[in-house]
């Protein structure tokens, strides 16, 4: 099994900056995309930014230019550099990744997500 452990949310006030931190753990053979996506309350899940595993990104229209996504795949962490925030940032976090793994002879791709991580951005 893979395990994702999210860390770096909390309280930021409107133009600040937060980290995000999501590391993978368990029987991996490698990562494929990673990605963050948010959900505040109310509202469906959206994607907010994904890495590639050659490190191509893409993000959401209401991120870019502030936020930036990267990877060490050493550390099969992702992060997510949040700048110039906004009272609408705020949300739950969540890190997802595919990621291959090798269990009693069998190879499988899965999608794994962490347990989420609360952002809240005051005005």
């Known amino acids: 099994q893979v395990q994702l452990v999210e860390s770096g949310g909390g309280l930021a006030q409107a133009g600040g900056s937060l980290r995000l931190s999501c590391a993978a753990s368990g029987n991996i053979l490698s990562i494929n995309d990673m990605a963050w996506y948010r959900q505040a309350p109310g509202k469906q899940r959206e994607l907010v930014a994904v890495i590639t595993r050659g490190g191509s990104t893409n993000y959401a229209d209401s991120v870019k230019g502030r936020f930036t996504i990267s990877r060490d795949d050493a550390k099969n962490t992702v992060y997510l550099q949040m700048n110039s925030l906004k009272p609408e940032d705020t949300a739950v976090y969540y890190c997802?990744?595919?990621?291959?793994?090798?269990?009693?002879?069998?190879?499988?791709?899965?999608?794994?997500w962490g347990q989420g991580t609360q952002v809240t951005v005051s005005s």
């Open positions: 997802n990744a595919n990621a291959i793994t090798y269990y009693s002879g069998t190879l499988s791709a899965n999608d794994y």
